[in-house]
């Protein structure tokens, strides 16, 4: 099993900022990428921001020079700057993480997509 824990969402006014940290643990042993995205009620999953292993970010076109994202050194915990907010990125926030999970106790791995419970950010006008 694989765990990402989210933490940093809440409620905020119009222009305010929020930080979001993501920490990844258990059968994940190799993390290739890892990063956000975001959904709202009858709309698709919305890519925010990702950053490969080898520190490559990639952003969603509507967070672009508003949101950062970064990692710690081991590279298994990534934050979210979230600056400038909008009311239209309230969103629940999920965390997720592409790599190399262990299977099985004997040895059995496979290149996995995770994700994260999410964590409510709201935007107030």
């Known amino acids: 099993q694989v765990q990402l824990a989210e933490s940093g969402g809440g409620l905020v006014q119009a222009g305010g900022s929020l930080r979001l940290s993501c920490a990844a643990s258990?059968?994940?042993?190799?993390?290739?990428?890892m990063g956000w995205y975001r959904q709202v009620p009858k709309k698709e999953r919305e890519l925010v921001a990702l950053i490969s292993a080898g520190g490559v970010t990639v952003y969603g076109d509507s967070v672009k020079g508003r949101f950062t994202i970064s990692r710690d050194n081991a590279g298994n915990t990534v934050y979210l700057q979230m600056n400038s907010l909008k009311p239209e990125d309230t969103a629940v926030y999920l965390c997720?993480?592409?790599?190399?999970?262990?299977?099985?106790?004997?040895?059995?791995?496979?290149?996995?997509?995770?994700w994260g419970q999410g964590t409510q950010v709201a935007v107030s006008s």
């Open positions: 258990g059968r994940i042993v190799i993390i290739r990428a």
């Open positions: 997720y993480a592409h790599g190399r999970v262990e299977l099985t106790a004997e040895g059995t791995y496979a290149e996995r997509d995770n």
